[in-house]
């Protein structure tokens, strides 16, 4: 027999994916009741109960969950919630910074895979007022954009082997 840890790594079930939809619809009602709701965190929801159906579990929690924050953290600020101003303005110049490199890289073919979806990511956080998770992520994705344009640059004279096969 094999004891197994269960840890965040395992599928989520479909009660744990239910009840954050849920929970991302209570949250989302108190922001429209505040008048702060957005067409993006209930573009999230529905998102999520549509990929239900597919056993998309783990991902219509984690969208379910996403909306929830930034809901909550309109509310929050509806209701006067303090922000710290400094670390919000540090993360959007940090998101800037990062989408400034990943267009870089792009302009010589190359950005990252991975990169946009980062600085997405980033911006999620940031809206909801993670804004030191924000900041971490947006460095990341700029780092990606600034090596993915040493990459392309250093690789544009490159030819393929001898051995290898050349394109059709």
Not at 4 to 28: F, G, Y
Not at 126 to 142: C, E, I, Y
């Amino acid at each position: 027999m094999v004891a197994l840890p269960v840890t965040s790594a395992w599928a989520t079930h479909r009660s744990e994916a239910e009840q954050a939809i849920d929970e991302a619809k209570a949250a989302h009602a108190l922001a429209e009741t505040a008048g702060v709701a957005s067409a993006e965190t209930a573009a999230m929801i529905k998102e999520a109960e549509a990929i239900m159906p597919e056993r998309q579990f783990t991902k219509a929690r984690e969208l379910a969950l996403r909306a929830m924050k930034q809901d909550t953290f309109a509310v929050e600020q509806a209701q006067g919630a303090t922000v710290d101003t400094d670390a919000a303005k540090q993360a959007e110049e940090a998101i800037a910074a990062a989408e400034a490199a990943r267009k870089k890289a792009s302009s010589v073919r190359g950005e990252w895979r991975d990169t946009g979806k980062l600085i997405k990511e980033a911006q999620e956080l940031a809206n909801s007022g993670d804004f030191a998770g924000a900041t971490a992520l947006a460095r990341k994705a700029q780092r990606q954009g600034e090596m993915g344009y040493e990459q392309a640059i250093r690789e544009q004279g490159a030819t393929f082997p001898t051995y290898v096969k050349k394109p059709q």
